[in-house]
């Protein structure tokens, strides 16, 4: 496996001295993530499709259920759609940006 350095960034939502919200985002720290593409076959009632899907190992285990992800680097920007925490996190990735 070759791992690659991303830039781990958190979704929080913030309130001015009005009570208005709005979301920023917060970069956490840089991770290294093997990401990995594969082309899933799915079976429709009359057709056949193929879905292209993103998934990734890190070592870093500190995602927290209910908050929104997105790891980028110079070339790839991925949100985080879910994960599994472990001695290697597993995450499925959706492509934002190429």
């Known amino acids: 496996m070759r791992y690659e350095t991303y830039k781990l960034y958190q979704l929080v939502e913030t309130f001015d001295n009005y009570g208005n919200s ?4 917060e970069f956490l ?3 290294q993530v093997y990401t990995n593409e594969q082309h899933l076959r ?4 009359d057709t ?3 879905v292209k899907a993103w998934q990734g190992v890190t070592p870093y285990n500190k995602f927290e259920l209910g908050e929104e992800y ?8 991925y949100k985080i759609t879910s994960f599994i925490n ?3 996190s597993q995450l499925v990735l959706e492509e934002v940006r190429v």
């Open 70 to 77: 997105k790891i980028c680097n110079s070339y790839h920007e």
């Open 48 to 50: 056949c499709y193929f």
């Open 42 to 45: 799915v079976m429709g009632t």
């Open 29 to 31: 720290e840089d991770i």
């Open 86 to 88: 472990g001695r290697l």
């Open 22 to 25: 709005k979301n920023d985002i």
